[in-house]
């Protein structure tokens, strides 16, 4: 099984300020023959399903704020919001889905500095 | 709009089953498959298998063969998931998650989540 670490565990950032989380997985999920990462972002609020951010690791979904970007390829990936607002307090995760078992990293959990 | 409605909190002794279903609207359900995944209380996602949407043929992961069950009623758009031999580590909310549109593996849609509690 692909083994997704994410660092930190917990952040604390201002309002306005960059957030940085990053993903490494325990082998590439980059597939040669279509050169995309099968790799995905979620977000999830308390007491709330997960909610897809990104897929192919930058491909934002639809509705999301563009202050979210995901960049990264082969086992390193990271997931940054660039002006922290305050709905972005929340647990996040990346999961791989280059092949079952799909598995996600441990979440971070982003707080207001 | 999509939607996804699971069935309502559950609360089993261990060695029971319970069955979660998913009623899912607002597109073509024999056009994705159905994934689950589960989240212990406090803990991080673990997916636990999927049923494609056109052969009802489940895939599951390793740690639950032999006891999920994943099963789909195309006549009125809802997906169930069946868990027997329950322990307490069961204890979690079951989610069931759409697959993604432009390939296999991630969730685009998800459902409220379904709590299940196993204590005796």
């Known amino acids: 099984d692909i083994v997704m670490t994410q660092s930190p565990e917990s952040l604390a950032v201002s309002l306005g300020e960059r957030a940085t989380i990053n993903c490494k997985s325990s082998?590439?999920?980059?597939?040669?023959?279509?050169?995309?990462?099968?790799l995905a972002w979620y977000q999830q609020k308390p007491g709330q399903p997960p909610k897809l951010l990104i897929h192919w690791a930058s491909t934002r979904e639809s509705g999301v704020p563009d202050r979210f970007s995901g960049s990264g390829s082969g086992t390193d990936f990271t997931l940054t919001i660039s002006s922290l607002q305050a709905e972005d307090v929340a647990v996040y995760y990346c999961q791989q889905f280059y092949g079952p078992p799909f598995t996600f990293g441990q979440g971070t959990k982003l707080e207001i500095k | 709009q999509v939607q996804l409605v699971q069935s309502g909190a559950e609360v089993r002794k261990p060695g029971a089953s319970v069955k979660v279903s998913c009623k899912a609207s607002?597109?073509?359900?024999?056009?994705?498959?159905m994934h689950w995944v589960r989240q212990a209380p406090g803990q991080g996602l673990e997916w636990m298998g999927w049923i494609n949407h056109k052969s009802a043929v489940p895939n599951y992961a390793q740690k639950f063969q032999g006891r999920v069950t994943m099963t789909r009623d195309t006549s009125i758009s809802t997906a169930y998931m069946e868990l027997s031999s329950l322990r307490s580590d069961d204890t979690a909310v079951y989610y069931c998650a759409r697959d993604g549109p432009t390939t296999g593996g991630y969730f685009d849609y998800w459902g409220q989540g379904t709590l299940v509690t196993v204590s005796s």
């Open positions: 082998q590439s999920v980059l597939y040669s023959s279509n050169n995309k990462n099968y």
């Open positions: 607002g597109y073509t359900f024999t056009g994705y498959y």
